[in-house]
C-alpha cells in the first residue's frame, strides 16, 4: 500500500475516501498459477495487465511513482511474502486518496494498493447459461469502457444481478445502438462459418488480455481465422459456438443465449480445444508461451 507492505487488517481507507465515494479509481484483475510439478506461481500476462492499468490511470489523471517493471516486481514480491503456493488472483488498485467533497479528477492526490488472495473459478467453466442483459455497456463518451475503472463495475454489477435473478448464470450486453459488447466482466466470441469473431474495440469493450490471448491462440494452435466486427444480437443465436473469456472467467464456454441453445447445447469442439490449451499455457505447461508467464519463486 503506497510502497510498504502491510498486514492486510492495516490496510484500511477512510470512510471519506473520494475513490470510494465516486467511483474515482482503476484497477486490475491478474490471476497466477500454481504449478505443482516446477512448484512455481506463474503470473499471468503481468506486463500487459500494469500497461493497462497504467493507460487507464492516464484516462483517471492519475500519475503513479512507478513504472511497469516496478508494479511487475511487487507484485511476485507480494505473492513471496504472503507465501503463497496456489491458485492467486491480484488486484492492483490506483484511487483517488483525498478526503474531501468534490466530484473531480484533477488536483487530487494518487493512491495505489495491491492485494492478493486464493482464487477458484469466478464463473462456470463447464457450460454457461446467458441472457442479453436490458442493462446497455457504459459508452466511451459516458464512461470509457478501456479504462477498467472501479465506478463502471456498477454498470456489469446491474447486469450481472439481472442474469443471476433471472435464473442464468451471465449476462451478455449490448452497445447503445444495439451491437453485442461484452459479458459483465468477460470479453465475447462466437464462431461463425468457421471463423472466430469478436466485437472491435470501439464497440464499448474492455481490451481484454484474455481476449488476446484467445486471439493468438486461436490463430498459431488451431489454424483459425479471427474477425474483430460489430456483432447482430441475432447473431448470438445462430452461432455455431460461443465463449466468453477473462483473467476470472477464464475460458468459458456458453450454451444458452436467451434460453436457446447455442449450436448442439453442449460445450462446443472449438471452446473446448482453446480452454484445454489456455489452461496449459497459464500454468507455464507450454514452454513456447513462457515469456507470458512470470516466475514467483527464484
Ligand atoms: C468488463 C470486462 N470485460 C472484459 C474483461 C476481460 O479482461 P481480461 O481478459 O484482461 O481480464 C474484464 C475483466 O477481467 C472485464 O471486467
Known amino acids: 500500500m503506497d510502497g510498504k507492505y502491510v498486514p492486510a487488517e492495516q490496510g484500511v481507507i477512510s470512510v471519506r475516501t473520494h ?36 493507460h487507464s490511470c492516464k484516462i483517471l489523471r492519475i500519475e ?64 454457461l447459461r446467458c441472457g442479453v442483459s436490458s442493462w446497455r455497456r457504459i459508452d466511451d463518451n459516458a464512461m470509457p469502457a478501456r479504462a477498467k475503472i472501479t465506478g463502471s463495475y456498477v454498470n456489469a454489477a ?17 452497445t447503445h445502438d444495439g451491437h453485442v459488447s461484452e459479458g459483465s466482466a468477460e470479453n465475447i466470441f462466437l464462431l461463425i462459418d468457421g471463423e472466430l469473431v469478436t466485437p472491435p474495440p470501439s464497440d464499448n469493450i474492455l481490451l481484454g488480455i484474455t481476449r488476446d490471448t484467445v486471439m493468438q491462440l486461436a490463430k498459431r494452435e488451431l489454424g483459425l481465422t479471427v474477425r474483430e466486427r460489430s456483432i447482430d444480437r441475432t447473431e448470438l443465436y445462430t452461432a455455431e459456438e460461443i465463449l466468453l473469456c477473462g483473467t476470472g472467467a477464464q475460458i468459458a464456454p456458453v450454451v444458452e443465449v436467451d434460453h436457446s441453445p447455442i449450436g448442439t447445447g453442449k460445450v462446443g469442439p472449438v471452446a473446448q480445444k482453446l480452454q484445454d490449451i489456455y489452461f496449459d499455457v497459464v500454468r507455464g505447461r507450454r514452454p513456447e508461451y513462457l515469456d507470458w508467464c512470470t516466475p514467483v519463486y527464484a
Open 158 to 174: 446491474f447486469a450481472k444481478t439481472e442474469a443471476l435473478q433471472n435464473g442464468l448464470d451471465e449476462a451478455i450486453m449490448l
Open 64 to 127: 503513479l511513482p512507478y513504472s511497469v517493471d516496478d508494479l511487475i516486481e511487487s507484485s511476485a514480491e507480494l505473492v513471496r511474502r504472503n507465501e503463497q503456493k496456489e491458485d492467486v488472483y491480484l488486484r492492483p488498485v490506483a484511487y483517488k486518496g483525498d478526503e474531501i467533497i468534490g466530484v473531480r479528477l484533477n488536483n487530487l492526490t494518487d493512491q495505489y494498493l495491491l492485494t492478493s488472495e486464493p482464487m477458484g473459478n469466478y464463473v462456470e467453466i463447464g457450460g
Open 19 to 54: 475513490g470510494f465515494a465516486y467511483g474515482t479509481g482503476c484497477f486490475e484483475g491478474i490471476r497466477g498459477y500454481w504449478n505443482e510439478d516446477t512448484r512455481q506461481v506463474y503470473l499471468f500476462r503481468l506486463r500487459e495487465h500494469y500497461e493497462r492499468l497504467l
